[in-house]
Structures are given as structure tokens and as C-alpha cells.
């Protein structure tokens, strides 16, 4: 079974910082974009970070650029968020998702809140 | 950046409606559009890529079409398990973006 399960979304203060993990299975991981996207609370969706197969060609929506980094472990078939600075406004749900004929397998998310 | 607007924002039908959702995109994206659909407290699930291609185990009641910069998405009779939110997201060039979505409900 095509999976993505995402971990590491919690309560932080503004300005501090988190690190996000994606396991992914049930596919070949190293032959697809993987991606984040997300959501916050009865809001739309927005795309935060692409990384390509090999993790060398990146893409951050403007507003995260310069505090989040996108990685991905292909030996671990995992992919990972680190989000330093964050802001009130970076508060949603965040989203592992594959690239593949459009954003085709999402996981079920992880909840970032930041919150003094 | 490329602008998605989706059109009604909310929609209110019942089972065994046609219904029709639009998206009109600000430039061309020739036909790098999907659309997704989201439930409440879930994540979105692909229905359509590449502006008109049914994704895997998705009903042959949706259906889609368009190209360059505008783009609908079909429900051919309404099931309750339908109801939920749309969006369109465009693939063509960075940064991709999403529509605004549309509520589809009872």
C-alpha cells in the first residue's frame, strides 16, 4: 500500500523551530518529487517546498525562503521539513505529498501551532 | 504568479444534481490543471491531472476539460458522499499555486 505518514508537527513559540519527517512506502520513492503543502485552519491549501529525486533542485513558496529547508534521506525513503523562525502565520496542517501525475498520494498531515 | 480563481465559492445542490465548478487561471497553463477534492478533517484526494484525466478509482460521474486558461470540473449526479470542497491547483511553472476552493453543499 501506497503510504505517507508525517510526524513532528506540535506547539511552538514564535521564533523558535521544528522539524517535520515524512516516511514514505509501498512505492519507489527515488523516482518521485516530493513535496509539502499545506493548510491552515479553514483556510486553502498552499504549496511550501518541492524537492526533486536526487534532492538537488529545491522550490520554496517566497514567504519560507530563508527559514524552511526541505531534504529528503532516500536510503530512509524519508522526507523532512526543518522550519526555523516560525511565525503565527505558518500555524496549519502540514501535508507529505508525492509528485507524481500531479500531487497524487497525501499523507493525513501534521498539525504545526505557533503560539506563545 | 500565476492567479487560480475558482468559480461559485460556495454551491449549493442536492443529490442527483449535474453540477459545475470553474477555474479560470490569470495566464496560460496550457493544461497542467488538477483538481482535488477534500472532506472535512481529511486530506484532498486527486480527481483530475493534466486538465481532463480521471486519477485511479475516482467515479466516472466527474469529469473535467479546458485548456490554456480556463477549466471545469463536472459532477454528473450528485452522491452524498460528494459533498466536500474542491480546488484546482495548477502545475505549469513555480510557483504552483491553488484556487481558492469551492464548498459544494447540501
Redesign the interface.
Known amino acids: 500500500e501506497v503510504q505517507l505518514v508525517e510526524s513532528g508537527g506540535d506547539l511552538v513559540q514564535p521564533g523558535g523551530s521544528l522539524r517535520l519527517s515524512c516516511a514514505a512506502s509501498g512505492f519507489t520513492f527515488t523516482t518521485y518529487w516530493m513535496s509539502w503543502v499545506r493548510q491552515a485552519p479553514g483556510k486553502g491549501l498552499e504549496l511550501v517546498a518541492n524537492i526533486d529525486q536526487h534532492g538537488s533542485e529545491k522550490h520554496y513558496l517566497e514567504s519560507v525562503k530563508g527559514r524552511f529547508t526541505i531534504s529528503r534521506d532516500n536510503a530512509k525513503t524519508s522526507l523532512y521539513l526543518q522550519m526555523n523562525s516560525l511565525r503565527a502565520e505558518d500555524t496549519s496542517i502540514y501535508y507529505c505529498v508525492r509528485r507524481g501525475e500531479a500531487f497524487d498520494v497525501w499523507g493525513r498531515g501534521t498539525m504545526v501551532t505557533v503560539s506563545s | 504568479d500565476i492567479q487560480l480563481t475558482q468559480s461559485p465559492s460556495t454551491l449549493s445542490a442536492s443529490v442527483g444534481d449535474r453540477v459545475t465548478i470553474a477555474c479560470r487561471a490569470s495566464e496560460s497553463i496550457i493544461n497542467w490543471l488538477?483538481w482535488?477534492q477534500?472532506k472535512s478533517g481529511?486530506?484532498?484526494?486527486?480527481l483530475i491531472?493534466?486538465a481532463s484525466?480521471l486519477?485511479?478509482g475516482v467515479p466516472s460521474r466527474f469529469s473535467a476539460s479546458g485548456s490554456v486558461t480556463e477549466f471545469t470540473l463536472t459532477i454528473s449526479s450528485l452522491q452524498p458522499d460528494d459533498f466536500a470542497t474542491y480546488?484546482c491547483?495548477h502545475?505549469y511553472t513555480?510557483?504552483?499555486?491553488?484556487?481558492?476552493?469551492t464548498k459544494l453543499e447540501i
Open positions: 488538477a482535488y477534500q481529511k486530506a484532498p484526494k486527486l491531472s493534466k484525466i486519477g485511479s480546488y491547483q502545475y513555480y510557483p504552483y499555486t491553488f484556487g481558492q476552493g
